[in-house]
């Protein structure tokens, strides 16, 4: 069966534009998680969301969001880009918040490049 | 708050020989979830192996195996065998089940080369 797809895989945007990105997980998987992977943090938590809904969130500030769609998929918004958000951000899907102990599937990501 | 720590940002090991990477974790809950992913540079991070907390048998995958100790929150993997396509940056990563510790919380990770 098909994996985590995310897009795009490389996008470069300038200092205060905003940003979406996307990810469809594996079929019959419904939780979705973000992760921002950066050479100075490393591999930093976002969001997830099951079921439509927001179920837990990372400390990063209120110009990253996220949702979720019926039919899994989710998106998540930067606004207001800075430098600093230049990272590669990680989509992961798994059965449901209660089912992470199975591990999560990850997607290749997307490098976003703020210039 | 958890922590996961990896001392050994570099790594190196000869073809067919083992290898050993390191892991330790702060937590102050009792059941858990242990991983190692390996991301190699296509960038998709792939999951290696699990360990549930409660379960005291290490875990084992074909040449990936762990030494898990739960007293001294220590989960090491070791890699049998090294093949060249082990090559990466590897990832040691603790998931609670508490509502805030319900996600992944990594390491730094550790580069493993492999010299044929």
């Known amino acids: 069966k098909a994996g985590v797809t995310q897009t795009p895989r490389y996008l470069i945007k300038t200092r205060g534009q905003q940003v979406t990105l996307s990810c469809s997980p594996i079929?019959?998987?419904?939780?979705v998680s973000w992760y921002q992977q950066t050479p100075g943090q490393g591999l930093q938590f976002l969001f997830e969301?099951?079921?439509?809904?927001?179920?837990n969130k990372g400390n990063f500030p209120g110009r990253f969001s996220g949702r979720q769609f019926s039919n899994s998929r989710s998106e998540m918004n930067v606004s207001t880009l800075e430098l600093g958000d230049s990272a590669l951000y990680l989509c992961?899907?798994?059965?449901?918040?209660?089912?992470?102990?199975?591990?999560?599937?990850f997607g290749s990501g997307t490098r976003l490049t703020v210039v | 708050a958890q922590t996961v720590t990896q001392s050994q940002p570099e790594m190196s090991v000869q073809e067919a020989e083992t290898v050993t990477l390191s892991c330790t974790y702060d937590t102050s809950e009792s059941d858990y979830y242990l991983f190692w992913y390996k991301q190699p540079p296509s960038r998709q991070m792939i999951l290696v192996i699990r360990q549930e907390a409660y379960k005291q048998q290490n875990a084992t995958e074909n040449r990936f195996s762990v030494n898990f100790q739960k007293a001294a929150k220590s989960f090491s993997l070791k890699i049998s065998d090294s093949q060249l396509g082990d090559a990466a940056m590897y990832f040691c990563a603790y998931r609670g089940l508490g509502g805030a510790t319900n996600k992944l919380i990594f390491g730094t990770g550790t580069l493993l080369a492999v010299q044929p």
């Open positions: 079929s019959g998987h419904r939780s």
């Open positions: 992961a899907s798994s059965l449901a918040p209660d089912r992470g102990g199975r591990g999560y599937t």
């Open positions: 969301y099951f079921s439509e809904t927001q179920r």
